[in-house]
């Protein structure tokens, strides 16, 4: 059972827009900043998003990060198949003192 | 190039202990705090530790601690987790990662696996 919740899968079409949602709490997103990543099995995962909405160099612009109050969203625009993974979002707990992530969402581009 | 490399996975009984390397190039190690993550067979990924630049504060999962320590050698460029009373459920891959700022890591390893059986 993980603190974030993530939904298990989304799918949409080449070209399309896809959102995936991370919701949490106080403790965790509502005070504290959200990471994205990007991940596929037997490889590292790489970051997508850090600081809630920020894209670390390299990362395309297609890839944006929200939040509002206790949820966080990750848009993914112009789809690619390349973009089958799976994806993950992460925050700092304050309550826990210790970091945790969302149990992953497996994007589909149809 | 910026480089983190895991080393020290093995197949390990039941209550035994095991010590994960990750050595770090590329960059100015001791600026940095580091992660270990890890992910199971068939499951998400978890965060597990992290630590301070000088290693002088460290925190843990509820499920590693008191179990799990996470070190330093900043000479050395070197992340440690030390891993003692290993259970079933600690099978996993594990991940040690730079911080680019709270949990966004934006250097990741390929991963050692441990497998507790």
């Known amino acids: 059972q993980s603190v974030l919740t993530q939904p298990p899968s989304v799918s949409a079409a080449p070209g399309q827009k896809v959102t995936i949602s991370c919701s949490g709490g106080?403790?965790?997103?509502?005070?504290?900043?959200v990471s994205w990543y990007r991940h596929l099995p037997g490889t590292a995962p790489k970051l997508l998003i850090f600081?809630?909405?920020k894209r670390p160099s390299g990362i395309p612009d297609r890839f944006s990060g929200s939040k509002s109050g206790t949820s966080a969203t990750l848009d993914i625009t112009g789809l690619q198949t390349g973009d089958e993974a799976d994806y993950y979002c992460a925050a700092w707990d304050s309550s826990l003192s210790a970091g945790v992530f969302g149990g992953g969402t497996k994007l589909t581009v149809l | 190039e910026v480089q983190l490399v895991e080393s020290g996975g093995d197949l390990v009984q039941p209550g035994g202990s095991l010590k994960l390397s990750c050595a770090a190039s590329g960059f100015t190690f001791s600026n940095y705090w580091m992660h270990w993550v890890r992910q199971a067979p068939g499951k998400g990924l978890v965060w597990v530790s992290r630590i301070k630049t000088d290693g002088s504060r460290t925190n843990y999962a509820d499920s590693v601690k008191g179990r799990f320590t996470i070190s330093r050698d900043n000479a050395k460029n070197t992340l440690y987790l030390q891993m003692n009373s290993l259970r079933a459920e600690d099978t996993a891959v594990y991940y040690c990662?730079?911080?680019?700022?709270?949990?966004?890591?934006?250097?990741w390893g390929q991963g050692t696996t441990v497998t507790v059986s």
């Open positions: 990662a730079k911080d680019l700022h709270d949990v966004g890591m934006d250097v």
């Open positions: 106080s403790s965790n997103i509502g005070n504290n900043y």
């Open positions: 600081d809630t909405n």
